[in-house]
């Protein structure tokens, strides 16, 4: 059977190269223009080249955000934007707007992918585009698995399906969203979300000026419409099952420690239902790595009906119980070091986990570490500084190195 897709962000060419090297099958990106995460640092002509070679030479593939919901003005200079994206390859492009739908049809062979944006949730939407020339749609965020998988079913197979499985979720229908541009005038539907949902509120009656209310479930205050993450990564065959062909990873401005963590977890949850399809359960220590890295409360979403309780709305800070620390440079096997690149404070005598793609984690005492001079250091301290620690293991570069933060009782 064909495997699905692993679909994973990258915000800019380190963070693909690290989603790449960690397992995903595709990325998807934005360039200057056109995309909807302007707080990404997105990509250059130059980097978007290198990123598509970077990938295609690993077998994988790249996805290029076009899904603004644009203006007149917002259409200045597509034409040749879609021409470049063609010239360099790219697998895909990801739309909303039937404008640019147009314009990637007209004046390119580039694939058209429909995005969550476009509020997908019946079969026969899907007919339109998939008559257009859509090669793919990325399904609205309200659908139910049994939706999905009808909708599989009435298709048989002539439009891939994707679905988001893991992230951020927006409040909003599918992501439409008109508070941010009221509230600081900055457009959701044109990548500048100011995230107005997930700030604090207060209640104020009209006769009693002044007098603020706190809609409250703690003493922090409550979120009243601030999602809860998206997690299905206890829910692997149920997705495949239904039919989709990606699975999709949110998250373009997370850290590259994140993308690792999530995309090796969901790799090899994904890789062990291949190996043994038959009544399977994703192994917990799949959903433990996900507890390493920062994430607000988990929901399933709408994949089982009403999102209520799932998409719920009390208190709303990042919570996580490791901390990212330090980056593998290189790796002399004659002498068993490794060359660090410090990410976090470190101590020698912390105790480690040091994380690599397709391969579990192990456990590192800090023994000894040394700096660039081979000196003696007690603690690394300075941003980025370099230096060497004894392992015993080996480790490769970009291997990541975690410790877990310790609670007070």
């Known amino acids: 059977m064909k495997k699905v897709e692993l679909l994973a962000p990258a915000g800019d060419l380190s963070k693909l190269k690290v ?33 598509v070679n970077y990938a295609h030479e690993r077998g994988r593939k790249v996805y290029v955000t076009l899904n603004i919901v644009p203006h007149d003005e917002d259409m200045v ?47 026969g939407a899907l007919k339109f585009w998939r008559d257009l020339g859509a090669e793919r749609a990325v399904l609205a965020r309200e659908l139910s698995l049994d939706e999905i998988a009808k909708i599989h079913r009435e298709l048989g197979g002539s439009l891939e399906l994707e679905v988001f499985v893991h992230g951020a979720m927006c409040i909003s229908y599918s992501g439409r969203c008109l508070l941010s541009n009221y509230m600081s005038g900055r457009d959701a539907n044109q990548g500048d979300c100011a995230q107005a949902c997930r700030w604090k509120y207060h209640l104020v009656e009209e006769h009693r000026p002044g007098e603020y209310y706190p809609i409250v479930e703690d003493g922090e205050g409550t979120f009243i419409m601030n999602s809860k993450d998206l997690n299905m990564i206890g829910h692997i065959a149920p997705l495949i099952e239904s039919g989709v062909s990606s699975l999709k ?30 009544n399977f359960k994703t192994p917990e220590k799949y959903a433990l790595e996900l507890e390493k890295v920062s994430h607000r409360d988990f929901t399933t979403g709408f994949y089982y009906g009403d999102a209520k309780g799932g998409e719920v709305y009390g208190e709303g800070t990042y919570k996580r119980s490791f901390d990212f620390v330090g980056r593998v440079l290189d790796y002399d096997p ?17 105790v480690v986990e040091i994380m690599g793609p397709g391969r579990d984690f192990f456990t590192q005492k800090i023994r000894d570490m040394r700096d660039e001079n081979g000196e003696v250091m007690e603690v690394a301290n ?28």
């Open 382 to 409: 300075r941003v980025q500084q370099h230096f060497t620690i004894p392992v015993d293991q080996p480790v490769m570069a970009n291997d990541f190195l975690r410790r877990e933060i310790e609670v007070e009782e």
């Open 77 to 123: 200079g597509l034409e040749d934007y879609v021409r470049y994206l063609d010239s360099i390859n790219v697998d895909g492009a990801i739309v909303t707007d039937p404008g640019i739908f147009t314009v990637v049809k007209e004046h390119s062979k580039i694939p058209i992918h429909m995005s969550t944006q476009g509020s997908l949730t019946n079969a």
């Open 249 to 278: 990873i949110e998250g373009r401005v997370k850290s590259e420690y994140y993308l690792a963590t999530v995309i090796g977890a969901y790799r090899g949850a994904i890789d062990a239902y291949y190996a043994q399809p038959e």
């Open 19 to 51: 989603a790449i090297d960690y397992g995903a099958d595709a990325v998807y990106l934005g360039g200057s223009a056109f995309g909807l995460r302007k707080a990404s640092k997105n990509f250059s002509p130059e980097d978007m080249e290198e990123g």
């Open 334 to 350: 004659k002498t068993q070091r490794a060359t660090i690149e410090q990410r976090n404070r470190l101590f020698t005598g912390d």
